[in-house]
């Protein structure tokens, strides 16, 4: 057994740590937020350095590394700071889709821009009444000929408004039974007639065209290839927990070691000690299952138990550590410039968005006891 990094893996770390910490600053990550906005310029930098899909073959300007590197980068950047790393790390959101089940030509027009910075890339999955539970949707796709028509809305969807196109579920079969059948998954260019965004994060359809061709991996099978997506997007969800845990408790430990109450350093306190012995046994613990997850993904292995577990793991870690920093700087920690209560918010959606902890919670029960007879 050996759990060291390689040598490239090493490497890919410093730069990415390099990156990060040469270019990331948080007045940088407070923009974004006031102006819905989201950082060009920094992303363009990342891909120009090869940042962003590291896991496309090289055919797709990609570096055909794995799950393990991109989780790397995504552990770094968030660590760094938890609203640029992650805006960075998911401007490729969902084209994992393409990637695992687009046709060539899908492939070949798409994945070259993301990695490249040309454009972001997001999935239109959850729908205002259908969130946690997308096993039957709303929004439809109708064929007409060699396009597809799609009338619906989604929302809360990453880069809405800014993305280049939507990895976008419908029900292509409204008759189909059980309803999941007749799911697909379509892509539609952000530039198509119809498309709206209604808010930063709503799309609606209006009897939006795209052609046939657009349909990523088989029709009628989008529900499953999404479900197979959550299986890869759980990891670096736990990563970019992960990073986000660090990150806080990088930022506690040195204001502890700093800050004096009562003629002493907080750090001198044996409660402050126990405190940060327990929160970087957690992030440790955290990376363990994280990376064992992008391990076993790179081996070929799909294990929805075991992304589950990371990412229930790492992002309930996220959230505990970010509180206890929070707490460690007192008045401080939730004042903006000391930024832990930003990577507690930041820490929060971990649990929420690819699916809640609840369903991995479901997830890993239906692994380890099976049936019952
Ligand atoms: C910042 C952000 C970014 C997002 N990005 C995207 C994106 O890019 N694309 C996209 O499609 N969606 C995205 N989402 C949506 C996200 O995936 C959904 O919010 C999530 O799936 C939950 O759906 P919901 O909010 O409708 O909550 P609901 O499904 O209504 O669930 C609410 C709560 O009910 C409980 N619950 C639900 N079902 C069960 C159950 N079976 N058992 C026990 N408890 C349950 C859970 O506590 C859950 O948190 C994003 C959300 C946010 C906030």
Redesign the pocket.
Known sequence: MDFALTKSQKEIRKAAREFAKGEFNKDLALEPGKKHEFPRKIWKKAADLGFIGVHYSEEYSGQGLGVVENTIIADEFCARDSTIGGAIVFSS??SECILRFGSEELKQKFLPSVAEGQMLS?????EPG????ITSLDTSAVRDGDEWVLNGT??????GGMADFYCTICQTDTECQPSERGISLILVEADRKGLCMMST?EISYKDVRVPTSNLIGKEGRGLYQVLAFFDEIRILVAAQALGTGQGAFNRALAYVKEREQFGRKIAQFQVTQHKLSEMATKVELARLITYKAAWNFDQGRIDPKLTSMAKMYASRMAVEVADEAIQLLGGYGYMTEYEVERFYRDAK?TE?????K??QK?TIARAVIGKIK
């Not at 997001?122 to 959850?126: D, E, K």
């Not at 259908?130 to 539970?133: A, I």
């Not at 929420?352 to 809640?356: G, K, Q, R, V």
């Open positions: 959101y969902a997001t999935g239109a999955f959850t259908h969130g946690s539970d989604k929302t809360f969807v990453t880069n994060a959606i929420i968005y690819a699916e809640p609840e369903i479901d």
